[in-house]
């Protein structure tokens, strides 16, 4: 079953609206991709783990989520030091560390629904140009983010069930077995959504439609 990221609480973040939110990382990746200074980025990353922590979860927990983008984030930041000079990479490193963990503040405060309702308020001048169906960016936008915890769970128990029958655990012999299961739990939950309707596709674009007459 798929979990949600989104944490019950009635902190200063939970109070405010989803669409604010979201406008204000969106402005927060741009801002962040033209600033330089260590010293203000690091007080933005500060800020941003701050508001994270914020969420009502507990520190060790609020680590283990972020935990393989923050591995994923060591290792893009050792290869960057042997390709960038160190003022560069330090930069590069800070800016991403303090998206991720301004993201997480958002996800962890705001529930899946009301993300998933302004996704579909932005998109809808795509669907009125036919480029997309009703609902479809919210739908595909919530599924991506249920996903994530299902994954990281999913990879806990690989690694348990490793563990249980003496074997040692390498992300590369996880990651055949992690990926094969994700893609079968994608297209049983594709398929539940077409029996619901939920992407009306039975109703075609207009444009495949004037294709076929």
Known sequence: ???????????????VTAGTKLAGLAIAGV???????LWLLAVFLFL?????????????????????????????????LFLLPMQDAAVLGLRILALVFAAAAVTA??????????????ARPLEKLNLLRPGDAGLTFGLCLR?????LSRYEALREAH?????????LTLLGPLIIL?????DEVASAIDARGLRGASKPFPSSERHSS
């Open 147 to 151: 996903f994530v915890p299902d994954i």
């Open 182 to 186: 994700t893609l079968k739990q994608a």
């Open 31 to 37: 801002v962040l991709f033209f600033v330089t200074q």
């Open 48 to 80: 941003a783990a701050l508001a994270y922590l914020t969420a009502g979860l507990s520190i060790r927990e609020a680590l283990r989520r972020i935990a393989p983008t923050l591995w994923s984030l060591l290792f893009l930041l050792a290869v960057n």
């Open 163 to 171: 563990r249980a029958r003496g074997l040692k655990v390498r992300v």
């Open 1 to 15: 079953m798929l979990t949600s990221l989104y944490v019950e609480g009635r902190g200063p973040l939970h109070r």
């Open 109 to 122: 405060t705001t529930p899946l629904a009301e993300m998933m309702a302004v996704v579909d308020r932005v």
